[in-house]
């Protein structure tokens, strides 16, 4: 990791297998059909690193089955991006799991563990011939929120506090006995950590003031604190800030937001980061380059502030499913026609980026749009600026 990567990330479902949510399989089963063009294309942009995720159920359909179709996949997949000079950053989990872990009780019933750990352990065999690092997983201090208390992912839950501190407890200690195997494999482990500077909707509000103390101590710095010690590097997500007050949460577009994300993690671990994910939700070509700007002034700010960043990633390379909310919500560098022939058109941004990449993470301009953005209270961040 000793030289500045630039790069992109792809998701886990953008490839195809028996997703717990409902997710378009066409979509997910033909996009993977052109990850060879998907490699050049992202070669031609610049790009010499590219984050994506291995797919639990796709490689482990039943329990203890493991898909020998699947391995003759990814293994094609890897050595393509290696033949065509990307680096590969791979994950272990992004967010899904297979079927039948979820029926089996998924990650809170006693002893389930045990069996992430062994696709884990063979998927980073797997890996180890292919890469020199791992990603563990994908936002483990937020996906519990997200499962089991916004209901945001499988199984639904809504406001199950006790599931949520028995996930963040079982990753806590998963994770770094992940990151020891990885170590006999000669990996390099890592994990990426969802970072939003919080602040109280209300300064006034008691209530608000805890809240918001609550959530960015439990769910960013002790986590950060208790897991990132054990890892040999550490991945970055940021996107928003975030206000809370009660049941109300709010986001705000924050033009200084990664150098803050950067600082909160930075201060909390020597280890190496990386920037695995940030992007802005809008079509606005305007202000998603003045966004792209305003990122990478905080990435030179955050490097001369002597923090070790050693990467950036845009999220995502190519245009996919969200969350909840389909495919229209659009943060991609490049678009995909998913109505017909699936072809790919490069965005604006996305030669914007290639122009920044060569030179040395450069880009100037003038602020016109990101600061009225800026200025907006938002109620949901991945939807509310498609049409600014």
């Keep these: 990791m000793a030289s500045f990567r ?5 998701s886990a479902y953008q490839h195809f297998g028996e997703f717990e949510c409902d997710m378009p399989p066409t ?3 033909r996009h993977m059909f052109f990850y060879k063009e998907d490699f050049a294309l ?3 942009l610049g790009l010499d690193s590219l984050r994506t995720t291995l797919e639990w159920a796709l490689l482990e359909p039943k329990p203890g089955v493991w898909s020998q179709d699947a391995l003759r996949f990814y293994r094609q997949y890897l050595r393509e991006a290696q033949d065509q000079g990307l680096r590969v950053l791979p994950g272990l989990h992004h967010f899904t799991n297979p079927k039948w872990f979820t029926l089996n009780g998924g990650w809170l019933k006693s002893g389930n563990e ?3 750990v062994r696709y884990a352990q063979k998927a ?4 180890a011939d292919y890469c020199d690092e791992v990603l563990l997983f994908n936002e483990p201090n937020i996906y519990p929120v997200m499962a089991y208390f916004a209901g945001i992912l499988p199984p639904y839950w809504r406001l199950y506090i006790a599931g949520v501190r028995r996930a963040l407890k079982l990753f806590s200690s998963l994770l770094p006995q992940l990151a020891e195997y990885a170590h006999t494999l000669g990996l390099r482990a890592g994990i990426t950590l969802s970072v939003s500077p919080v602040r109280p909707s209300s300064r006034l509000n008691p209530f608000s003031l805890a809240l918001s103390y609550a959530f960015d101590r439990a769910l960013q710095r002790s986590f950060a604190k208790a897991v990132c ?6 991945g970055i997500d940021y996107y928003v800030d975030l206000h809370l007050g009660g049941l109300d949460v709010g986001y705000s577009v924050n033009p200084r937001g990664l150098f803050d994300a950067v600082r909160l993690i930075g201060q909390l671990t020597s280890r190496p980061l990386l920037i695995t994910e940030t992007g802005i939700f809008t079509r606005n070509e305007a202000l998603r380059a003045e966004f792209l700007m305003a990122s990478l002034d905080g990435l030179r700010r955050a490097r001369a502030s002597g923090f070790d960043v050693r990467g950036f990633f845009w999220w ?4 996919g499913y969200e969350w909840g909310l389909g495919y229209e919500p659009f943060i ?4 995909v026609e998913f109505a017909d022939s699936f072809r790919r058109r490069p965005t604006p941004l996305a030669s914007l980026y290639s122009q920044a990449i060569r030179d040395g993470g450069r880009l100037e301009g003038e602020y016109k749009l990101l600061p009225k953005a800026s200025r907006l209270r938002l109620r949901e961040w991945r939807y509310d600026l498609l049409y600014f």
């Design 124 to 127: 980073m065999a797997f890996l």
């Design 316 to 319: 995502s390379l190519l245009h």
């Design 27 to 29: 979509h997910g089963a």
């Design 6 to 10: 630039w790069g992109a990330s792809l």
């Design 332 to 335: 991609a560098l490049v678009d």
């Design 114 to 116: 045990k069996y992430f």
């Design 229 to 234: 010690r054990e890892m040999d590097f550490v």
């Design 42 to 44: 992202a070669r031609l």
